[in-house]
């Protein structure tokens, strides 16, 4: 996530809405069967600063079962 300034922010009030709302589309637009543990594990999130921008990006990578 990109932002403007360099205030401190918590993750925890960025992670908990990105995740949930993530796992519900894959699983809406049929990419997941469901958003349990053993189909989807978010990551985390990362902050950065861009002057005058604000910016999220979602970086998805899909591993095979074999």
């Known amino acids: 996530m990109?932002?403007?300034?360099?205030?401190?922010r918590d993750e925890g009030n960025f992670r908990t809405p990105l995740e949930k709302a993530l796992g519900d589309?894959?699983?809406?637009?049929?990419f997941?069967?469901?958003?349990?543990?053993?189909?989807?594990?978010f990551g985390g999130v990362l902050f950065a600063v861009s002057p005058g921008?604000?910016?999220t990006e979602v970086l998805?990578?899909?591993e095979t079962k074999q």
Not at 2 to 8: H, I, L, N, S
Not at 32 to 41: G, Y
């Open 60 to 62: 998805l990578t899909w």
């Open 2 to 8: 990109t932002f403007p300034t360099r205030r401190r």
């Open 25 to 30: 589309a894959l699983v809406a637009g049929r």
């Open 32 to 41: 997941l069967a469901d958003d349990t543990p053993d189909q989807f594990r």
């Open 53 to 55: 921008e604000t910016r």
